[in-house]
């Protein structure tokens, strides 16, 4: 059965990427065929979630006319549209706001829900679902829902923690990492990548190698991820970076997993794809800002592969929580700063600032 909604909710709502941003009153939405509403329990801030509002990120398309932004959340089911058959109401789910197109054809149209479309088909998508998850209520596609049973005695501010682990969850399944494998991750004390350095020691990394720039936090990382964790601290010498990285490795790695943000130079990248041994495997998932020169040659004769990867695959999110119930990866890693749903403008600011292993939460 439905449980009892309201008529109206807060929500913020953006006019256009750099335009007004208002906290008012909106109706609440009504289900249609394919669609859930969710009482969103909370949301997780996007690091850049301030220059995103403030249309200082060009890549980024949001819907024609006034929207509600936000990404991946946590929440109750209210209500279900007409064909949706396993989801009920009074179930907690979470949003993977990575939304595709369900027409059985080749390259499905995706957008991410609340955040941004791709062009071309993507965009009457964007249209079809144009408002996320920073309300007291969402409709959401059905289809864009994982269920978290067996989670509901777990904060909500606690449970969004999977969103952070998802994301590079999804790039190492892509670059095929194994039980027993050696993985290097490069950019290890971003939000992304320490979180990567987590959750491949949960899918049975043998040898980690964390690199970065800053030691400090590379040790703290290390610290929760254990002793197969190895931190090196990068110079930006790619010749004693690689050989640092080999030393740590105790040689080539199987799987070098690229989540760099904003770099404007390559040379860690760089590093990273030189400590590879013969048949490894690089993933890319960051956002180097400049062209990554790869020697041709070297690619063919170690028979290299470079793998460009965005997101994650349906079904991630349900891998990852199964992994924390089974007790292989701890959420409580990653630390909660849970700000009231009104208090949006000062939490975007925390977003930006927040440490490697914090996470910027809104809860209504």
Avoid at 16 to 24: H, M, P, T, V
Avoid at 298 to 320: T, W
Wanted: aromatic residues 6%; neutral net charge.
């Amino acid at each position: 059965m439905p449980l009892d909604t309201p008529k109206t909710m807060k929500a913020w709502r953006l006019s256009r990427l750099g335009g007004e941003l208002a906290f008012i009153d909106v109706p609440v939405p009504q289900v249609r065929p394919g669609s859930v509403l969710v009482k969103v329990e909370a949301t997780a801030l996007m690091s850049y979630m301030k220059p995103y509002v403030e249309g200082r990120l060009p890549p980024y398309h949001a819907p024609d006319g006034g929207f509600t932004p936000g990404g991946n959340c946590v929440g109750i089911v209210q209500h279900v549209g007409k064909d949706v058959w396993h989801i009920r109401p009074g179930q907690r789910v979470l949003l993977s706001s990575l939304f595709g197109a369900t027409e059985n054809v080749p390259e499905p149209a995706r957008i991410l829900i609340g955040v941004t479309s791709f062009g071309g088909i993507s965009e009457a998508m964007q249209a079809d679902w144009p408002d996320g998850s920073l309300a007291e209520y969402a409709l959401l596609p059905a289809s864009a829902l994982v269920p978290a049973d067996g989670f509901d005695e777990v904060a909500p501010e606690r449970l969004s923690a999977a969103t952070r682990f998802v994301v590079p969850y999804g790039g190492l399944v892509r670059g095929r990492l194994a039980a027993g494998e050696t993985v290097l991750i490069n950019g290890a004390t971003g939000a992304y990548g320490s979180a990567a350095v987590l959750i491949a020691r949960a899918m049975g990394a043998g040898r980690i190698v964390a690199a970065g720039r800053n030691a400090n936090k590379l040790a703290a990382i290390a610290e929760l991820g254990g002793k197969a964790v190895k931190p090196v601290a990068l110079t930006g010498d790619t010749k004693a970076d690689v050989e640092a990285m080999r030393d740590a490795a105790q040689g080539g790695v199987d799987l070098a997993f690229d989540m760099v943000g904003g770099a404007q130079e390559p040379s860690s990248t760089l590093a990273a794809f030189n400590t590879l041994r013969n048949e490894g495997r690089l993933v890319l998932m960051g956002s180097l800002m400049v062209d990554l020169p790869v020697p041709y040659l070297q690619l063919m004769i170690r028979s290299i592969e470079i793998i460009g990867n965005f997101m994650h695959r349906p079904g991630a999110f349900r891998n990852v929580l199964a992994l924390a119930q089974a007790g292989h990866l701890d959420l409580a890693a990653i630390r909660p700063n849970v700000f009231p749903l009104s208090e949006l403008v000062p939490a975007m600011d925390a977003a930006g600032e927040a440490g490697s292993l914090e996470q910027i939460v809104m809860r209504p």
